[in-house]
């Protein structure tokens, strides 16, 4: 069965950076592509960054210049460094993926709690 497993969460103050990443395990044929979104309480769930299995990558505006996703495609695991983090940033980010088994289906983790205060 195909998990996908964040980590990198937590507290941080406004200015400051962390990283997140996520990983994909079990039986698969490839990864297609991999996504951040973010969920704030009361908020709509909203798509940060994508990147595909070549390594194109697009950003909502708000984060443009200040996050950059990644992957690894050898690890099978997607990251997102988050810098100059706001405190308008926090929220749950999951990580979502397109994976090949039998058929092509869409992946999420369960989410990682990111808190910007001072």
């Known amino acids: 069965q195909v998990q996908l497993v964040e980590s990198g969460g937590g507290l941080v103050q406004p200015g400051g950076s962390l990283r997140l990443s996520c990983a994909a395990s079990?039986?698969?044929?490839?990864?297609?592509?991999m996504a951040w979104y973010r969920q704030a309480p009361g908020k709509e769930r909203e798509l940060v960054a994508t990147?595909?299995?070549?390594?194109?990558?697009n950003y909502v505006d708000s984060v443009k210049g200040r996050f950059t996703i990644s992957r690894d495609n050898a690890k099978n695991t997607v990251y997102l460094q988050m810098d100059s983090l706001k405190p308008e940033d926090t929220a749950v980010y999951y990580c979502?993926?397109?994976?090949?088994?039998?058929?092509?289906?869409?992946?999420w983790g369960q989410g990682t709690q990111v808190t910007v205060s001072s």
């Open positions: 079990g039986s698969m044929f490839s990864i297609n592509d």
């Open positions: 990147i595909t299995r070549g390594g194109s990558t």
């Open positions: 979502n993926a397109r994976i090949v088994t039998f058929l092509a289906q869409t992946y």
